[in-house]
């Protein structure tokens, strides 16, 4: 509908500018229409932000229950909420630091009211209302253990429930402990954020806030920095060119208040500081496949137990959630380290299985010397101009085509120090069937973004150290283009490899390629398979799947482990090997 607040501000219009987004009229509706106000009613919670007298902004989230926050009057809006009034930054921001005193009336700004922003949030039907006023008038009731308060609505958006994940929210009985006020964060906010898969996050420029909601899948936050430097968060923003509505006051170093919330105990982590908008190479070099990140660099921090009046069990994520970001610093980041000048022309397509095919790329590059790569490395192309659709707010029919970026690492099969590579790949998503479908007699010519992989997952040559690799499916690429010099070394390799029946032809053509593995793998082979292939492979075969035993009794012999598995099998395969030297990669990014 036509907006009523036609003109976005000068923080807004630069963000539009940096993000190329194109001009439409500011979607804010004055005051509360009656349609907001009923969903505000129906929902259980509500983000909170606002100023200290420091002009730092902090966020909180109060509420439990359906009908805390109602319509009054004409764009008045009454909460009544438990809250914690010993730690609780927004609510020692709004009653301007006095004491939760019964009944004691409080007008903040001399009557004038004070600056805040909103969220209402339904976290069952995810439904959400972004609102914007001032607190006019509150009171701390039953002991200092609940609050009421007014706020005059200025302003409100409803939003999409996109990236919401349903929760069951119920009351909580709060028992507030403040566990540290220190930037160096202790090991429980560590995990509280590891887990987190929400947050809430409000801005200013001095003279109007916003507060909104961010969520994806567990670890959408990740800890950048936390020593003795200074802390700081990074996330993706996922909201691409939404996020002016959020961080758009601002052209540099927005300043922000995040509160994290654990859904399961309501401990929550207050953070306050400023955030970084970074786009492109900037966020694609801390932040995993990611063109748009948000760096936050904390100034002051609060980690409160029980410190939220609500609880909420996790129902469901929501489908348009992209898998988590890493930082590049993070062992399974899965991404190059840098962009580069390659590009890989793909010249040849062999079908080995079903659901896997070999392709051969030709690298070129613009500089005169060849691309350089080691045994066991991936490569990461970039298929964006191939694939993608374009811009999208809502795809319900295939959600996660909405975010993905289309950068995928694979990889490289083939023996190093040429200018052809091979992939072996299993067909899964829209890139790889994209590369099953290409007319080989149209060129095709994708950006390579370069080479990564850690050292520490190349088979060291060392015949005094025997190694197992242990892979599932196409996690046998990595030993692809190491196996051969590793067995001429005379290293005691040992291979586990778990096949489904129909891929048999991929464990005959790796062995048809490097005979001398065969002995050294034990194979253990799923669902229906021909005897006759079977036996023809030259190698121990189970007809069975890997148990724990299979793996136990090569402990204690001082070998190195290598895992290249979906995440499932890995976990379980790290329970049955801890305490040795393990490392490993895992392709269920």
Known sequence: MPSLISEFHEGERAMHQLLKVQRNGNPTTPGLPMRYGMRVNQSSLVALGTLDDAGRPWTTVWGGERGFARPVAEDVLALNSAVDTQYDPVFKALWEGGDAEDDAV???GGGEGKEMAGLSIDLETRDRVKLMGKMVAGAAVNGGKEVQMAMLVTGSLGNCPKYLNRKDIVKN????????DSLLLPQGALDLIEKADMFFLSSTNGDTMDTNHRGGSPGLVRVAKNDADGLELVYPEFSGNRLYQTLGNFKVNPLVG???????????LYLTGSASILVGKEASDLLSRTQLAVKISVTAARFVK???????PAVEYSPYNPPTRHLLSEHDAHVASSQSDISANLVKREVLTPTVNRFTFQLSSQSDSAPEWHAGQYITFDFQSEVSAGYSHMRDEDPQSLNDDYVRTFTVSSLPGSKEIQITARRHGPVTNFLWKHNLRVPLEIPVLGFGGEEAFRIPLDPQVQSVFIAAGVGITPVLAQAQHVLDAGVPLKLLWTLRGEDIPLAADTFAKIPTL???TTLFITGYAEREQVQELGTEVEMRRMGPGDVKKLKGHGARFFLCTGPTLLAAIGSWLEGEKVVWEDFGY
């Open 518 to 520: 065969a002995a050294a």
């Open 306 to 312: 029980s410190g939220l009046p609500f609880r909420g």
């Open 258 to 268: 995040v509160a994290i919330p654990d859904f399961d105990t309501a401990d929550v």
């Open 173 to 180: 009985e709060m028992k507030p402990e403040l566990v540290s």
């Open 106 to 108: 409080v007008r903040p």
